[in-house]
């Protein structure tokens, strides 16, 4: 079992920069392809951005490609996942996801999700 644990909501003006973390309880993520996606009120659940567990291979939903980058630190500890010019649109929960396949952009070959952190972006 994984448990996965996001911080580093929070709330932040339009053009402004946040960073989450996602952690893996009493394990590393080596082995482990990692994925965050994101739940706006009302809306369906969506992709946001997925690493390969050695960090070799990204992937990006098209809204935030050039804004927003995913990253591990040196030990595998960590995933983040770096937001830039953040807009009004990019208000939602943020999950960290985890699975021991690949990189994946669906939500359905993900085994292991965080709790989700909120990120709230004022115009």
């Known amino acids: 079992q994984v448990q996965l644990v996001e911080s580093g909501g929070g709330l932040v003006q339009a053009g402004g920069s946040l960073r989450l973390s996602c952690a893996a309880s009493g394990r590393t993520f080596i082995g482990y392809a990692a994925g965050w996606f994101r739940q706006a009120p009302g809306k369906e659940r969506e992709f946001v951005a997925s690493?390969?567990?050695?960090?070799?291979?990204?992937y990006y939903a098209d809204s935030v490609q050039g804004r927003f980058t995913i990253s591990t630190d040196d030990a595998k500890r960590t995933v983040y996942l770096q937001m830039t010019n953040l807009k009004p649109e990019d208000t939602a929960v943020y999950y960290c996801?985890?699975?021991?396949?690949?990189?994946?952009?669906?939500?359905?070959?993900?085994?292991?999700w965080g709790q989700g952190t909120q990120v709230s972006v004022s115009s």
């Open positions: 690493i390969s567990w050695s960090g070799s291979r990204t």
């Open positions: 996801a985890a699975n021991r396949e690949r990189a994946s952009t669906a939500k359905k070959d993900y085994d292991y």
